[in-house]
Nanobody, 115 residues
Framework: QVQLVESGGGLVQPGGSLRLSCAAS????????MGWYRQAPGKQRELVAT???????NYLDFVKGRFTISRDNTKNSVYLQMNSLKPEDTAVYYC?????????WGQGTQVTVSS
């Protein structure tokens, strides 16, 4: 069992930056594919970025060049650096951990981009 706890969300003006963190409990963190998803009101949850155990990354086209996903296996943590934020980035952001046996989700953290 893995528990995921996100932090770092909040209110930011357009063009600003935020850094989301996700702390994972349990062992074998380094073996999980970690990801960030988001869900805006009235929309389906969508993949934002993923990072494998070998640090290969993948991004939603809309965030390429603005967001960076990273992980620190010594801290059982994954991060999402978000720059040049736009109002369209407003959503609840969820941390996700995937292994061959199971998928785990965090409770989400709200990101609001507004002037």
């Amino acid at each position: 069992q893995v528990q995921l706890v996100e932090s770092g969300g909040g209110l930011v003006q357009p063009g600003g930056s935020l850094r989301l963190s996700c702390a994972a409990s349990g062992s074998r963190f380094s073996f999980y594919v970690m990801g960030w998803y988001r869900q805006a009101p009235g929309k389906q949850r969508e993949l934002v970025a993923t990072i494998t155990s070998g640090d290969s990354t993948n991004y939603l086209d809309f965030v390429k060049g603005r967001f960076t996903i990273s992980r620190d296996n010594t801290k059982n943590s994954v991060y999402l650096q978000m720059n040049s934020l736009k109002p369209e980035d407003t959503a609840v952001y969820y941390c996700n951990a995937v292994s061959t046996l199971a998928t785990f989700w965090g409770q989400g953290t709200q990101v609001t981009v507004s002037s």
